[in-house]
């Protein structure tokens, strides 16, 4: 007998989560070979609603009567479940399957390791490189007691380039990586091309200038502007009223040029699937259109409580990764996504003329990230001066407030999309009114 | 279990190799404002396999025990794919085998304590939090423990068993005016039993108190500044900005970081004693055995301003030709031990809270760890609150306080420190690569330090 039957007969209702993680890690350091990695991750979470009292249990293993009595001691001493189990349909399946990901063997990884060290190295042999590569798949299934199964399997390819130049009295760390679903989308030589840009620019530490210079953020960068919205468009922080866009759908709150979409169904994006881990079909939600509020994104408890529709946001899983089943579902991103303007990262350095370049941060989340406040030490980041990179800057904080800045300081949005954070989509952003403080 | 371990073992190719295989006996229990979130208390099980071909590693994950000797086999089958590679071959320093059990009688074992009761202790936390004002407009509680009971064993004999006990409490409110949204939290960690998270009620008003009051607080005004650093503030500091870079694996194949980082050099005043140490009674960092089953060592990392001490794995004491210290740690079983921290702090000194603070004539006393980062030199962290220093006396509360620095500056920049010590292990964790929470505790006394960058609006 299954799980899900067993359950029912303590149970009106019951819902099996079960992942199956599958990858190979290579881990190059120093510019040489460490380790390989090969894991093989079972894990499960079952939600079971008990005299309409929700109970979660999760395992790792093969433990199915452990979780299950553990998901009804849960439930005894649980709340009213606001919501119920969806009946699971598989709708229109989204591309997150490339077959030639699985067949990438260690040796492969550890060539494009190497490859990235060679290059680095021939034209920086101080460089001290330290390289990341994984590729797998993630084996999803859900099963609950509306009806129905939904499976999924979704591939996953990364690479990570750490570069150390350390000189006396100066330590230039800099780190780029993409991650992707599809072999086609992990280019090495472009990740390479980027780290070998980024230590050309910084080669020399210049002085930043100080007070409220124009700032401009690589994709990379600009998560420091789309970490606050994570939270603030969630419907969760909607309905605990610690949104600051709460009760502002219609509104004009950011800048016209300023348009945000929460993608679930993009073929083959790193955080696409065609369901959530609540079984609720993705979908292509847009967050902010041309500065107006639209939606918030919800996952079943924050759709009930708000009663509003579920959007096929409930993920298992922190904000930027991790997790997984061992954390019940809350309201999360997919793919966000900015709509781009016009313009490569160059032509924005031009159009600014003078001002600093926030490639990279420290600390982020720190501060009030509710409020929309952000202030970070700026860990990668550059001087621009008469329309050309003047050098690296060093000991230097931004701060500022995302509201503020995407409302009243949104100079230009660039054309040239990147993938960061294997959830993001995003072109650079030039925006004014960030405070810069440096020694 | 031991007999099939060594089994194992005894049949695997590499030229050395370890089986750890772990089991977690946790409940958690979560609130945000009037919802439970989780309410849990479940067990999971798995191991990790490391094996040395050639100088290189190969690791296997798994969740059934019974294929042991099929992932040492695939191990060691990794490390051999990576080890014609190599040309700098990894080795460890020699440990003599040991075969001992670390497992500790809980007072008040929190695992005989009914799920119920752990939910009304932190629904009891909750309703405080939320009834303290009608500005406090959302909150979060979270009680996390765990039993974490691990089997370790490898090929040179070493076999052993130990059980590690943490509890987390977090006691988070948010207070709201027209637009403002504020929070503050008091976040309890501690190695122990179910007391650690009993008796918090002030501690959970004392969140929701300082909540409203951030309403009402300044911004802080971006600048260089004279700081006072609280214990806990200070403690964080050490840890993120040079804990960090005092972990020997980072300096394994990093020739000019190993320069920088020479046994011997001054870092800071005569006055300056940094502790790393893997056994306190009670506190979350402890390690009594590294997941390497190398036992525990006091380390000075700093003695009287001088470097004199770095944390070491067996591969990065080889490499060194230092001893291995026991810092070796792995967050889970899905995870291999890399170099990590334990217990960290820096010793009292002589210097009065009052004496700190005197002399100073614009300065900023900051209270509180809301988080940090660091890179190498690098570094920052924020404060969850501050109060202004005019003439030599605390003024008015600031917030927005987020600091940063050049860490070999700063530490020449520590001025004076403190004769009011005390270790602090948070809800929280450190992390490091892709592995965290690690359990970990700092510690301080009050410390000045003067330029220390503030960033702010």
Redesign the interface.
């Known amino acids: 007998m299954g799980i899900l039957e067993r359950a029912t007969q303590a149970a009106e209702s019951a819902e099996l989560y079960e992942e199956l993680r599958s990858t190979?890690d290579?881990t190059f350091?120093?510019?040489?070979?460490?380790?390989?990695?090969?894991?093989?991750?079972?894990g499960r979470a079952l939600r079971v609603i008990v005299d309409g009292r929700l109970?979660?249990?999760?395992?790792?293993?093969?433990?199915e009567e452990?979780?299950l009595q553990?998901a009804l001691?849960?439930a005894?001493?649980?709340?009213p479940a606001p919501f119920k189990f969806p009946k699971l349909s598989p709708g229109e399946e989204v591309e997150v399957l490339d077959e030639e990901v699985l067949g990438i063997s260690?040796?492969e990884l550890?060539s494009w390791g190497?490859e990235a060290v060679r290059a680095i190295r021939e034209e920086f042999p101080?460089v001290?490189v330290d390289v990341s590569l994984s590729r797998g798949t993630l084996k999803v299934r859900i099963e609950n007691t509306s009806g129905g199964e939904l499976t999924e399997r979704r591939s996953l390819l990364s690479m990570g380039i750490e570069a150390?130049w350390?000189?006396e009295g100066d330590?230039y760390?800099l780190w780029v990586g993409r991650t992707v679903r599809r072999r086609a989308d992990l280019v090495p030589e472009e990740l390479i091309a980027e780290a070998l840009k980024y230590l050309r620019w910084g080669e020399h530490v210049v002085p930043a200038p100080q007070g409220k210079p124009p700032v401009l953020f690589t994709p990379k960068g600009t998560v420091v502007l789309f970490l606050p919205l994570m939270v603030g468009f969630s419907g969760?922080s909607v309905v605990?009223?610690?949104s600051?866009l709460k009760g502002r759908i219609g509104e004009q709150a950011f800048d016209r040029k300023f348009t945000l979409v929460d993608e679930g169904r993009l073929p083959y994006g790193p955080s696409s699937r065609s369901f959530d881990d609540e079984g609720v079909p993705t979908s292509r939600l847009p967050l902010a259109e041309e500065g107006v509020v639209k939606n918030f994104f919800f996952d079943l408890?924050a759709a009930a409580?708000a009663d509003a529709d579920p959007t096929g946001s409930g993920i298992r899983g922190g904000m930027l990764g991790?997790g997984g089943f061992?954390t019940?579902p809350?309201p999360n991103v997919r793919n966000i996504v900015i709509q781009p303007g016009e313009g490569s990262l160059e032509d924005l350095i031009a159009e600014m003329r003078e001002g600093i370049i926030v490639a990279d941060v420290?600390?982020?989340?720190?501060?009030?990230i509710?409020?929309g406040?952000f202030?970070?030490?700026v860990?990668v980041g550059f001087v621009v001066k008469d329309g050309k990179v003047k050098g690296r800057l060093?000991?230097t904080?931004?701060?500022?407030n995302v509201y503020e800045v995407l409302k009243d300081g949104l100079k230009a949005i660039g054309g040239a999309p990147e993938w960061v954070y294997g959830t993001a989509y995003v072109p650079p952003i030039l925006a004014e009114g960030v405070?810069v403080?440096?020694? | 279990m031991e007999a099939e371990l060594q089994e194992a073992l005894r049949r695997c190719s590499a030229d050395y190799a370890e089986v750890r295989w772990e089991e977690l006996e946790r409940s958690r229990v979560a609130f945000?404002?009037d919802?439970?979130?989780?309410?849990?208390?479940?067990?999971?099980?798995?191991g990790i396999v490391r094996a040395l071909v050639g100088g290189?590693?190969?690791?296997?994950?798994?969740?059934?025990p019974d294929e042991i000797p099929q992932k040492l086999s695939?191990?060691a089958r990794?490390?051999r794919?990576?080890a014609h590679?190599?040309?700098?071959p990894?080795r460890l320093a020699e440990v003599p085998p040991v075969q001992d059990k670390f497992l500790p009688q809980l007072e008040n074992d929190f695992r005989e304590v009914p799920?119920?009761e752990k939910?009304k202790l932190a629904e009891a936390y909750n309703r405080l939090i939320l009834g303290f004002s009608p500005e406090i407009?959302?909150s979060s509680v979270r009680y996390t423990d765990a039993l974490r009971h691990v089997i370790y064993a490898n090929t040179e004999g070493t076999y052993l068993e130990q059980a590690i006990p943490d509890v987390t409490v977090l006691l988070l409110a948010?207070a709201?005016r027209n637009?403002?949204?504020?929070?503050a939290f008091e976040s309890i960690g501690e190695a122990g039993g179910y007391e650690i998270a009993q008796g918090l009620e002030e501690r959970a008003e004392a969140a929701a108190r300082r909540a409203v009051d951030l309403l009402s607080a300044k911004p802080v005004k971006?600048?260089?500044y004279t700081v006072v650093l609280d214990q806990e503030l200070a403690g964080v500091f050490i840890h993120e900005a040079f804990g960090h870079i005092c972990e020997a694996?980072f300096l394994?194949?990093?020739e000019?970081?190993r320069k920088?980082m020479q046994l011997g050099r001054r870092f800071g005043v005569e006055q300056l004693n940094v502790v790393e140490e893997g056994y306190i009674p009670g506190r979350r960092g402890n390690a009594p055995y590294d997941d390497e089953g190398v036992p525990r060592r006091k380390v000075y990392l700093i003695k009287e301003g001088v470097l004199s001490g770095l944390m070491h794995s067996r591969a990065t004491a080889a490499k060194t030709g230092m001893e291995p210290t026991g810092n070796a740690r792995a967050v889970s079983w899905?995870h291999?031990p890399i170099v990590r921290m334990r217990n960290t702090y820096i010793e009292p000194g002589e210097a009065s809270f009052e004496e700190l603070i005197s002399g100073i004539d614009h300065g900023i006393y900051a209270k509180g760890a809301?988080?940090?980062?660091?890179?190498?030199?690098?570094?920052?962290?924020?404060a969850q609150y501050a109060y202004e220093i005019k003439g030599g006396e605390l003024g008015e509360m600031l917030?927005?306080v987020?600091l940063?620095?050049?860490v070999f500056d700063t530490l020449r920049n520590i001025e004076a420190i403190g004769n009011d010590f005390q270790l602090k292990g948070g809800a929280g964790g450190c992390g490091k690569e892709d592995q965290?929470p690690l359990p970990v505790t700092d510690g301080a006394p009050h410390v000045r330090v003067r330029?220390v960058?503030?960033?702010?609006?």
């Not at chain 1, 904080?397 to 500022?400: K, P, R, S």
């Not at chain 2, 849990?40 to 099980?45: F, G, N, Q, V």
């Not at chain 2, 290189?56 to 059934?64: C, L, P, S």
């Not at chain 2, 590679?85 to 700098?88: I, L, N």
């Open positions: 190979v290579v350091r120093g510019g040489e070979i460490e380790k390989v990695a090969s894991r093989e991750i079972l109970g979660f249990a999760s395992t790792a293993g093969e433990d452990g979780l553990a001691a849960s005894r001493h649980g709340d260690p040796d550890i190497e101080d001290i150390q350390i000189r330590i760390l969760l605990m009223g610690t600051p408890r409580l991790g061992r019940p809350s420290l600390g982020l989340g720190q501060g009030n509710q409020s406040a202030s970070n030490n860990g060093k000991n904080m931004i701060a500022g405070s403080v440096t020694r | 945000q404002r919802q439970l979130m989780t309410l849990e208390r479940s067990r999971e099980a798995g290189a590693w190969g690791i296997a994950v798994f969740t059934d695939e191990a990794l490390a794919a990576a590679k190599v040309s700098d990894i799920l119920e939910r407009v959302s948010v709201r637009g403002d949204v504020q929070q971006g600048g260089r694996d394994l194949k990093n000019p970081m920088v899905e291999e809301f988080g940090g980062q660091t890179e190498f030199e690098q570094f920052t962290f924020s917030r927005d987020v940063t620095g050049n965290s330029d960058i503030i960033g702010g609006r």
